[in-house]
């Protein structure tokens, strides 16, 4: 990646028309880095005209460049969205969807949970995962709602996000976001990802809630073979005194992180003050 985008000589235009003939993902996302960066006007309506292309993959450019302009500090967020929206309304694409929902997501504008909710049920994963990224971290219900049926996703990589979303990206506790993670800590069986990681979000988001019923398959988590720091974790934020002794047995082999075990251990004692 490029560390002088702003001493880069070639002109907005030309690493334009380089990115959308390079067939190297590398080159690709490097130039793209260096539009996102210089985030002037300039780049705004370049990338704006880029999204009117008859061609896909230049409209897939087009909004990658429009999701993160002005990295690290974003610039014209308001205009971005405002051209991520229009092309949402037509756009048919999934690579162009997907993509717009990773922009909305990476903008953070409320204004993309209606167009991207429509898209949940689409028949692509990788637009479901688009959804998913835009609505993440979006206090509303109808983002909500979207998450809890995606974390029931057949694919279990956006189960996965979305139930980090709901579990740890939002603090809003009802009783639908707790089932929806209760039924991940007990559906995903086995210790491989993501099926681990996924139950370990779910016991996380339960255990941020103080869901009693997490005490259960939190213990069996805490004693299986493959524990990951994520069920720790929650086990330090709950510190309960009945998983204690499975706490302490850890002791034995995990070393994953022995400082935040030691904390869970110590937050679980049944005598502390």
Request: net charge negative; hydrophobic share 40%; aromatic share 4%.
């Amino acid at each position: 990646m490029s560390e002088n985008f702003s001493t880069d000589p070639r002109s907005t235009a030309e690493i334009i028309q380089l990115t959308i003939a390079t067939v190297d993902e590398d080159i690709y996302w490097d130039n793209v880095w260096i539009l996102q960066a210089r985030g002037s006007k300039e780049e705004l309506i370049a990338a704006s005209k880029l999204c009117e292309s008859h061609d896909p993959k230049v409209r897939s450019l087009g909004v990658h460049i429009l999701g993160q302009l002005g990295i690290p500090d974003r610039t014209l967020p308001q205009q971005c969205g405002d051209v991520l929206l229009k092309l949402s309304s037509i756009e048919t694409d999934s690579n162009v969807l997907a993509a717009i929902g990773i922009a909305f997501g990476n903008l953070n504008d409320p204004r993309g949970i209606l167009p991207l909710v429509k898209w949940k049920n689409h028949p692509n994963p990788g637009v479901r995962m688009g959804v998913v990224l835009g609505i993440t971290s979006q206090p509303d219900q109808l983002a909500i709602d979207a998450l809890i049926e995606l974390s029931a996703d057949e694919d279990a990589d956006i189960r996965n996000w979305a139930t980090f979303g709901l579990g740890s990206q939002i603090e809003i506790n009802t009783p639908a976001i707790r089932d929806a993670l209760f039924d991940r800590a007990i559906l995903e069986l086995g210790e491989d990802d993501p099926m681990s990681e996924i139950r370990g979000e779910a016991l996380l988001g339960l255990a941020m809630r103080n869901d009693p019923r997490v005490i259960s398959p939190l213990i069996e988590e805490l004693q299986s073979e493959c524990v990951g720091r994520l069920a720790v974790e929650a086990a330090s934020i709950l510190g309960n005194a009945r998983l204690y002794p499975a706490l302490v047995d850890l002791q034995q082999w995990w070393d994953v992180d022995p400082k935040l075990l030691q904390a869970a251990i110590s937050h679980c004692r049944s005598d502390r003050s």
